[in-house]
């Protein structure tokens, strides 16, 4: 159990195998903070090759995942 609900994670991996496991539970994660506030969506934002930052988002409308590319 988590003392903190994150608003931020970043997720790092070497192979899309990894990727796919670790942004998935960075998603749940931070899809939990989300349910519990009920005001933001979440964003998750490719950073650059195998490195992405899932955040809770004003841009975002709540129940809803967006993502975009920022390199």
Do not use: C, N, Y
């Not at 988590?2 to 990894?18: G, N």
């Not at 939990?32 to 930052?53: N, S």
């Amino acid at each position: 159990m988590f003392t903190h609900a994150p608003q931020e994670l970043v997720v790092t991996a070497a192979t899309k195998a990894q990727l796919e496991v670790h942004l998935s539970g960075a998603i749940d994660r931070i899809r939990a903070t989300a349910m519990t506030e009920r005001r933001r969506g979440i964003l998750v934002t490719h950073q650059a090759p195998g490195q992405f930052k899932v955040t809770l988002s004003d841009e975002v409308p709540f129940g809803l995942t967006r993502q975009k590319v920022a390199w």
